[in-house]
Protein backbone atom coordinates (compact mmCIF):
# COMPACT_ATOMS: atom_id res chain seq x y z
CA UNK A 1 0.00 0.00 0.00
CA UNK A 2 1.66 3.26 -0.96
CA UNK A 3 2.43 6.01 1.36
CA UNK A 4 1.07 9.98 1.55
CA UNK A 5 4.44 11.58 0.76
CA UNK A 6 5.36 15.41 1.30
CA UNK A 7 6.56 17.04 -1.78
CA UNK A 8 10.73 16.91 -2.62
CA UNK A 9 12.18 20.49 -2.27
CA UNK A 10 12.04 22.25 -5.47
CA UNK A 11 16.24 22.84 -5.14
CA UNK A 12 17.26 19.38 -5.62
CA UNK A 13 18.98 18.24 -8.37
CA UNK A 14 17.12 16.07 -10.78
CA UNK A 15 19.19 12.61 -10.35
CA UNK A 16 18.76 13.16 -6.81
CA UNK A 17 15.07 13.66 -7.07
CA UNK A 18 14.64 10.44 -9.44
CA UNK A 19 17.05 8.68 -6.77
CA UNK A 20 14.90 9.75 -4.11
CA UNK A 21 11.32 8.95 -5.71
CA UNK A 22 12.37 5.32 -6.29
CA UNK A 23 13.34 5.17 -2.96
CA UNK A 24 9.82 5.58 -1.99
CA UNK A 25 8.67 3.67 -4.84
CA UNK A 26 10.61 0.95 -3.22
CA UNK A 27 9.57 0.96 -0.07
CA UNK A 28 5.63 1.24 -0.99
CA UNK A 29 6.48 -1.86 -2.93
CA UNK A 30 7.88 -3.73 -0.28
CA UNK A 31 4.79 -2.44 2.03
CA UNK A 32 7.60 -1.70 4.61
CA UNK A 33 7.28 0.80 7.44
CA UNK A 34 9.51 3.60 7.95
CA UNK A 35 10.36 1.46 11.33
CA UNK A 36 10.47 -1.79 9.67
CA UNK A 37 12.67 -0.42 6.94
CA UNK A 38 15.01 0.98 9.59
CA UNK A 39 15.20 -2.62 11.09
CA UNK A 40 15.97 -4.51 7.92
CA UNK A 41 18.70 -2.06 7.04
CA UNK A 42 20.30 -1.26 10.61
CA UNK A 43 19.81 2.55 9.79
CA UNK A 44 18.11 4.75 11.78
CA UNK A 45 14.02 6.13 10.82
CA UNK A 46 15.38 8.97 11.07
CA UNK A 47 17.77 8.93 7.97
CA UNK A 48 15.47 7.13 6.09
CA UNK A 49 13.24 9.94 6.51
CA UNK A 50 16.15 12.31 4.96
CA UNK A 51 17.06 9.95 2.36
CA UNK A 52 13.32 9.33 1.06
CA UNK A 53 12.03 13.12 1.27
CA UNK A 54 15.29 14.35 -0.36
CA UNK A 55 16.62 16.20 2.86
CA UNK A 56 20.26 14.57 1.84
CA UNK A 57 21.28 12.12 -0.61
CA UNK A 58 21.26 8.19 0.51
CA UNK A 59 24.75 7.00 1.34
CA UNK A 60 26.57 3.99 -0.52
CA UNK A 61 26.67 1.34 2.56
CA UNK A 62 22.77 2.37 3.43
CA UNK A 63 21.98 1.67 -0.55
CA UNK A 64 23.74 -1.49 -0.39
CA UNK A 65 21.62 -2.28 2.96
CA UNK A 66 18.44 -1.88 1.10
CA UNK A 67 19.35 -3.85 -1.72
CA UNK A 68 19.80 -6.51 0.36
CA UNK A 69 17.04 -6.41 2.18
CA UNK A 70 14.15 -6.13 -0.57
CA UNK A 71 13.57 -7.02 -4.18
CA UNK A 72 14.53 -4.33 -6.67
CA UNK A 73 16.68 -3.61 -9.70
CA UNK A 74 20.03 -3.24 -7.88
CA UNK A 75 21.92 -2.33 -11.40
CA UNK A 76 19.32 0.69 -12.63
CA UNK A 77 19.57 1.68 -8.12
CA UNK A 78 23.07 1.95 -8.25
CA UNK A 79 23.13 3.90 -11.84
CA UNK A 80 20.84 6.43 -9.92
CA UNK A 81 22.43 6.65 -6.95
CA UNK A 82 26.24 7.42 -9.06
CA UNK A 83 24.21 10.30 -11.63
CA UNK A 84 23.10 11.97 -8.08
CA UNK A 85 26.26 11.55 -6.20
CA UNK A 86 27.70 13.55 -9.16
CA UNK A 87 26.64 16.70 -7.86
CA UNK A 88 24.43 17.26 -4.88
CA UNK A 89 23.62 20.84 -3.74
CA UNK A 90 22.81 21.17 -0.27
CA UNK A 91 18.87 21.49 0.53
CA UNK A 92 17.71 23.74 2.82
CA UNK A 93 16.93 22.31 5.96
CA UNK A 94 19.92 19.74 6.11
CA UNK A 95 21.20 18.65 9.31
CA UNK A 96 25.24 18.67 10.25
CA UNK A 97 27.18 15.72 11.08
CA UNK A 98 26.20 15.84 15.04
CA UNK A 99 22.51 15.77 13.94
CA UNK A 100 23.33 12.61 11.56
CA UNK A 101 25.27 10.80 14.78
CA UNK A 102 22.42 11.12 16.84
CA UNK A 103 20.15 9.66 14.36
CA UNK A 104 22.67 6.51 14.44
CA UNK A 105 22.03 5.82 17.72
CA UNK A 106 18.20 5.71 17.80
CA UNK A 107 16.32 2.66 17.76
CA UNK A 108 15.19 1.01 15.02
CA UNK A 109 12.57 -0.83 16.14
CA UNK A 110 9.52 1.52 17.51
CA UNK A 111 6.60 1.69 15.16
CA UNK A 112 5.89 5.16 14.52
CA UNK A 113 2.23 6.43 15.34
CA UNK A 114 1.87 7.96 11.97
CA UNK A 115 4.45 7.91 8.40
CA UNK A 116 6.64 11.39 8.58
CA UNK A 117 6.84 11.35 5.14
CA UNK A 118 3.51 12.29 2.82
CA UNK A 119 3.75 13.16 -1.41
CA UNK A 120 2.87 11.86 -4.20
CA UNK A 121 5.39 8.69 -5.11
CA UNK A 122 6.47 8.31 -8.01
CA UNK A 123 9.74 6.40 -9.37
CA UNK A 124 11.31 6.13 -12.65
CA UNK A 125 14.88 4.84 -14.02
CA UNK A 126 17.51 7.00 -15.07
CA UNK A 127 20.31 6.48 -17.95
CA UNK A 128 24.11 5.24 -16.58
CA UNK A 129 26.43 7.94 -16.14
CA UNK A 130 29.88 7.82 -15.19
CA UNK A 131 31.80 6.94 -11.76
CA UNK A 132 30.87 9.35 -8.69
CA UNK A 133 33.12 11.68 -7.08
CA UNK A 134 32.67 12.07 -3.83
CA UNK A 135 31.33 15.29 -2.08
CA UNK A 136 30.82 16.60 1.37
CA UNK A 137 27.25 16.30 1.61
CA UNK A 138 28.50 12.37 1.82
CA UNK A 139 31.14 13.14 4.29
CA UNK A 140 28.75 12.91 7.70
CA UNK A 141 26.77 9.97 6.55
CA UNK A 142 30.40 8.12 5.82
CA UNK A 143 32.08 9.34 9.23
CA UNK A 144 29.17 7.71 11.27
CA UNK A 145 29.18 4.40 9.08
CA UNK A 146 30.66 2.18 11.70
CA UNK A 147 27.73 3.26 14.35
CA UNK A 148 25.33 1.30 12.30
CA UNK A 149 27.79 -1.49 12.13
CA UNK A 150 28.50 -3.19 15.56
CA UNK A 151 28.20 -6.80 14.47
CA UNK A 152 30.31 -6.15 12.01
CA UNK A 153 32.55 -4.15 13.50
CA UNK A 154 32.61 -7.26 16.72
CA UNK A 155 33.31 -10.12 13.70
CA UNK A 156 36.21 -7.78 12.17
CA UNK A 157 37.44 -7.97 16.04
CA UNK A 158 37.25 -10.97 16.64
CA UNK A 159 38.71 -12.60 13.18
CA UNK A 160 42.05 -10.09 13.87
CA UNK A 161 42.55 -11.90 17.37
CA UNK A 162 41.52 -15.51 15.67
CA UNK A 163 44.47 -14.56 13.15
CA UNK A 164 46.77 -13.28 15.84
CA UNK A 165 46.34 -16.08 17.55
CA UNK A 166 47.18 -18.69 14.14
CA UNK A 167 50.26 -16.42 13.89
CA UNK A 168 51.49 -17.31 17.26
CA UNK A 169 50.66 -20.89 17.40
CA UNK A 170 52.61 -21.41 13.53
CA UNK A 171 55.30 -19.40 15.25
CA UNK A 172 55.53 -21.14 18.49
CA UNK A 173 55.62 -24.70 16.41
CA UNK A 174 58.18 -23.21 14.20
CA UNK A 175 60.20 -22.37 17.61
CA UNK A 176 59.54 -25.99 19.21
CA UNK A 177 60.71 -27.57 15.65
CA UNK A 178 63.88 -25.31 15.99
CA UNK A 179 64.81 -26.21 19.76
CA UNK A 180 64.28 -29.79 18.59
CA UNK A 181 66.55 -29.93 15.86
CA UNK A 182 69.40 -28.02 18.00
CA UNK A 183 68.96 -30.54 20.71
CA UNK A 184 71.63 -33.59 21.25
CA UNK A 185 69.96 -37.20 20.11
CA UNK A 186 68.39 -38.62 22.62
CA UNK A 187 70.51 -41.22 24.19
CA UNK A 188 69.73 -45.47 24.21
CA UNK A 189 67.85 -46.30 26.93
CA UNK A 190 70.65 -48.09 28.85
CA UNK A 191 70.40 -51.86 29.85
CA UNK A 192 69.40 -51.28 33.27
CA UNK A 193 66.98 -49.09 32.85
CA UNK A 194 63.64 -50.16 34.73
CA UNK A 195 61.34 -52.06 32.80
CA UNK A 196 57.62 -51.02 32.44
CA UNK A 197 54.94 -52.33 34.68
CA UNK A 198 53.39 -54.08 32.06
CA UNK A 199 56.16 -56.56 31.07
CA UNK A 200 57.79 -57.84 34.35
CA UNK A 201 61.65 -58.25 33.45
CA UNK A 202 60.75 -62.31 34.50
CA UNK A 203 58.57 -65.18 33.96
CA UNK A 204 58.09 -68.55 34.70
CA UNK A 205 61.01 -70.38 35.12
CA UNK A 206 62.71 -67.06 34.45
CA UNK A 207 61.37 -66.05 37.91
CA UNK A 208 62.80 -68.92 40.05
CA UNK A 209 64.44 -67.78 43.07
CA UNK A 210 63.92 -64.38 42.71
CA UNK A 211 62.88 -61.60 44.51
CA UNK A 212 59.09 -60.67 43.90
CA UNK A 213 59.00 -57.21 45.01
CA UNK A 214 62.26 -56.16 42.75
CA UNK A 215 61.19 -58.06 40.20
CA UNK A 216 57.48 -55.98 40.16
CA UNK A 217 55.88 -59.43 40.78
CA UNK A 218 54.11 -58.48 43.79
CA UNK A 219 52.44 -55.47 42.22
CA UNK A 220 49.45 -58.23 40.88
CA UNK A 221 50.46 -60.41 43.53
CA UNK A 222 47.35 -62.99 45.12
CA UNK A 223 46.85 -64.62 48.34
CA UNK A 224 45.34 -68.44 47.63
CA UNK A 225 45.74 -70.02 51.17
CA UNK A 226 46.84 -69.35 54.73
CA UNK A 227 47.11 -71.06 57.88
CA UNK A 228 46.88 -69.83 61.32
CA UNK A 229 49.76 -70.97 63.94
CA UNK A 230 49.48 -69.35 67.07
CA UNK A 231 49.27 -65.86 66.70
CA UNK A 232 51.57 -66.26 62.91
CA UNK A 233 49.95 -66.53 59.69
CA UNK A 234 51.48 -68.26 56.75
CA UNK A 235 50.42 -67.48 53.28
CA UNK A 236 51.12 -68.79 49.53
CA UNK A 237 51.35 -65.67 47.14
CA UNK A 238 50.43 -65.99 43.49
CA UNK A 239 51.25 -63.72 40.48
CA UNK A 240 49.83 -64.44 37.50
CA UNK A 241 51.78 -62.06 35.41
CA UNK A 242 55.00 -63.73 36.53
CA UNK A 243 53.45 -67.20 36.55
CA UNK A 244 55.10 -67.45 40.07
CA UNK A 245 54.23 -68.56 43.69
CA UNK A 246 56.13 -67.97 46.73
CA UNK A 247 55.49 -68.23 50.92
CA UNK A 248 55.23 -65.52 53.13
CA UNK A 249 55.19 -65.04 57.08
CA UNK A 250 53.47 -61.92 59.41
CA UNK A 251 52.68 -61.70 63.42
CA UNK A 252 55.37 -63.53 63.54
CA UNK A 253 58.77 -63.04 65.75
CA UNK A 254 62.83 -63.74 65.07
CA UNK A 255 63.49 -67.29 63.87
CA UNK A 256 59.90 -67.99 63.14
CA UNK A 257 59.89 -68.99 59.52
CA UNK A 258 58.00 -70.12 56.10
CA UNK A 259 58.80 -72.55 53.74
CA UNK A 260 56.91 -72.90 50.27
CA UNK A 261 57.48 -76.38 48.29
CA UNK A 262 56.31 -77.70 45.17
CA UNK A 263 55.51 -81.32 44.34
CA UNK A 264 58.83 -81.77 42.53
CA UNK A 265 60.70 -80.94 45.88
CA UNK A 266 61.67 -77.04 44.69
CA UNK A 267 61.26 -75.18 47.95
CA UNK A 268 62.12 -71.20 48.83
CA UNK A 269 61.89 -70.11 52.86
CA UNK A 270 60.74 -66.83 54.88
CA UNK A 271 62.55 -66.75 58.22
CA UNK A 272 61.70 -63.74 60.01
CA UNK A 273 65.82 -62.02 61.17
CA UNK A 274 64.51 -59.34 62.52
CA UNK A 275 60.88 -57.53 63.14
CA UNK A 276 57.62 -59.48 62.42
CA UNK A 277 57.28 -60.61 59.08
CA UNK A 278 59.52 -61.89 55.93
CA UNK A 279 58.37 -63.72 52.61
CA UNK A 280 60.55 -65.59 50.36
CA UNK A 281 61.82 -66.21 46.83
CA UNK A 282 59.63 -67.54 44.15
CA UNK A 283 59.10 -70.75 42.53
CA UNK A 284 58.24 -71.47 39.24
CA UNK A 285 54.20 -71.81 38.44
CA UNK A 286 53.99 -72.33 35.53
CA UNK A 287 53.09 -75.64 34.67
CA UNK A 288 49.64 -76.04 36.21
CA UNK A 289 49.82 -79.92 37.19
CA UNK A 290 52.46 -78.80 40.14
CA UNK A 291 51.24 -78.56 43.21
CA UNK A 292 52.36 -76.13 46.33
CA UNK A 293 51.74 -76.11 49.70
CA UNK A 294 53.33 -73.16 52.67
CA UNK A 295 54.42 -74.70 55.87
CA UNK A 296 55.26 -72.87 58.84
CA UNK A 297 57.12 -73.05 62.34
CA UNK A 298 57.44 -71.24 65.33
CA UNK A 299 57.98 -72.24 69.04
CA UNK A 300 53.42 -72.52 69.15
CA UNK A 301 53.90 -76.19 66.37
CA UNK A 302 53.65 -76.40 62.67
CA UNK A 303 51.25 -76.38 60.63
CA UNK A 304 50.81 -76.17 56.21
CA UNK A 305 48.05 -74.82 54.19
CA UNK A 306 46.24 -77.02 51.91
CA UNK A 307 47.90 -77.86 48.32
CA UNK A 308 47.25 -76.46 45.51
CA UNK A 309 47.54 -77.09 41.90
CA UNK A 310 46.93 -74.94 38.67
CA UNK A 311 47.41 -71.47 40.36
CA UNK A 312 45.87 -69.19 37.59
CA UNK A 313 42.94 -71.56 37.57
CA UNK A 314 42.41 -70.47 41.05
CA UNK A 315 42.87 -66.90 40.37
CA UNK A 316 40.43 -66.71 37.27
CA UNK A 317 37.86 -68.60 39.17
CA UNK A 318 38.04 -67.00 42.65
CA UNK A 319 36.98 -63.28 43.70
CA UNK A 320 39.88 -63.22 45.95
CA UNK A 321 40.67 -59.43 46.99
CA UNK A 322 44.49 -58.19 46.12
CA UNK A 323 46.45 -56.41 48.64
CA UNK A 324 45.10 -55.85 51.90
CA UNK A 325 43.85 -58.98 52.66
CA UNK A 326 47.25 -60.35 52.34
CA UNK A 327 50.41 -59.05 54.01
CA UNK A 328 51.39 -55.51 53.51
CA UNK A 329 53.79 -54.60 50.47
CA UNK A 330 57.52 -54.91 51.76
CA UNK A 331 61.27 -54.06 50.77
CA UNK A 332 61.66 -57.68 49.45
CA UNK A 333 63.61 -60.60 50.47
CA UNK A 334 67.22 -59.69 51.29
CA UNK A 335 66.40 -56.22 51.98
CA UNK A 336 68.10 -54.89 55.26
CA UNK A 337 65.65 -51.66 55.14
CA UNK A 338 62.00 -51.75 57.77
CA UNK A 339 59.12 -50.88 56.05
CA UNK A 340 57.47 -47.67 56.84
CA UNK A 341 54.26 -49.24 58.20
CA UNK A 342 55.86 -51.77 60.68
CA UNK A 343 56.30 -50.90 64.20
CA UNK A 344 59.34 -50.30 65.84
CA UNK A 345 61.63 -53.41 66.18
CA UNK A 346 65.12 -54.42 67.02
CA UNK A 347 68.20 -53.97 64.54
CA UNK A 348 69.07 -56.89 62.87
CA UNK A 349 72.49 -58.39 64.00
CA UNK A 350 75.24 -56.77 62.47
CA UNK A 351 76.59 -60.59 61.32
CA UNK A 352 73.76 -61.27 59.05
CA UNK A 353 71.40 -58.69 57.50
CA UNK A 354 67.91 -59.38 57.37
CA UNK A 355 65.38 -58.95 55.29
CA UNK A 356 62.14 -56.04 55.84
CA UNK A 357 59.45 -56.89 58.11
CA UNK A 358 57.26 -56.62 55.44
CA UNK A 359 55.86 -58.64 52.76
CA UNK A 360 54.83 -58.08 48.93
Given at each position: MASAWKDLPEELSEPARLLAEELRTIKDTAGLSLSELAGRTHYSRASWERWLNGKRVVTEQALEALIGAVDCDAAALRRLWRRATERTPKVAGAEVADAEVADAEEPTTDEPTAETVEGP???????????????????????????????????????????????GLRVSRHDDQASAADAPAATATPATAKPAPSDPPCRAVGCAHKDPKTTGCGKDARTLQTQVIGKVVVYLRYSRTCQAAWAAITEGEPKDYAVITDSTGDSETAMIHWGYDNYSAMLNAADPSVGFQVCGSQPAGHDCTSTVTDLASVVASTPIPIGPASPPPGAGAGAATPSDSAPPSQAPPTDQPSPSPSAP
Open positions: SAGTAAEPAGEPVPTAEEAPEAAVAWWRRPAALVSGAVLLGLLLVLV
